[in-house]
C-alpha cells in the first residue's frame, strides 16, 4: 500500500510514519458501530475504512471507489488478501451504483454529511446505519445537515475523533 501509495497518493505522505495509527487503528473503531449485514464503503480510495473492516467480516462489503487506478488497486488487495466474492469492487460514482439497501454505509474523508447523505440515499433505507468518521468539523457537519435530513443522530467523540452514527434518514420535507 506505501509504495502504491507514492505512485498515486492514496494517503498523505506525512501519515505513513503513524500509519498503524491514522489509518488501520482508525478503521478498526468503526467496526463496533456496524450493524450485522451488507457493508458499504463509498470512496473507498486506499482502502480505509472498508478494506480494512472487510478483513474482519464475513458479511459482504462493497466499495466504491470512481477513480480507475485506485479501484484497480483494491481489486489487486482483495485478491491479495483472499477476500473471495466477500469483496466487491465498484469503479463508479455511488451515485450510479444500484444495490438493495444496505445495513452499514461507511465512508472517511468523501464529503459534508449534507452531500453524503444526497449522494447515497438510494442505497439506504430506514434501518440503514451511517457510520462516519469525521475530524473536527463534525458537530457544525451535523447542526448543517439537520437543516436538510432527519433521523436519529449521534456523534461520538473522544480525544482523536469523532463519529456520526445516523439512522432513519431520510429528507426533511419543507412546507
Do not use: Y
Not at 478498526?28 to 473492516?53: E, K, N
Not at 469492487?89 to 439497501?101: D, E, G, K, N, T
Not at 464529503?111 to 446505519?129: W, Y
Amino acid at each position: 500500500m506505501i509504495a502504491e501509495s507514492a505512485r498515486q497518493n492514496l494517503v498523505a505522505a506525512s501519515t505513513i510514519p503513524d500509519f498503524e495509527r491514522r489509518h488501520l487503528a482508525d478503521s478498526l473503531q468503526l467496526l463496533p458501530h456496524l450493524r450485522p449485514g451488507v457493508l458499504l464503503d463509498i470512496g473507498s480510495g486506499a482502502g480505509f475504512p472498508g478494506m480494512v473492516l472487510a478483513c474482519c467480516r464475513v458479511e459482504p462489503t462493497h466499495l466504491i471507489e470512481p477513480r480507475a487506478k485506485r479501484a484497480a488497486f483494491l481489486e489487486e488487495t482483495a485478491r491479495a488478501l483472499d477476500l473471495g466474492t466477500r469483496v466487491t469492487i465498484h469503479a463508479a460514482r455511488v451515485q450510479r451504483v444500484q444495490l438493495p439497501p444496505v445495513a452499514t454505509i461507511t465512508a472517511r474523508a468523501v464529503a459534508s454529511l449534507d452531500v453524503l447523505f444526497a449522494m447515497a440515499e438510494h442505497l439506504s433505507d430506514p434501518e440503514t446505519r451511517w457510520v462516519l468518521p469525521k475530524g473536527r468539523s463534525a458537530a457544525q457537519e451535523l447542526e448543517a445537515a439537520r437543516a436538510t435530513w432527519q433521523g436519529e443522530f449521534r456523534l461520538t467523540t473522544d480525544p482523536e475523533a469523532s463519529i456520526v452514527l445516523a439512522e432513519g434518514i431520510r429528507r426533511r420535507r419543507h412546507r
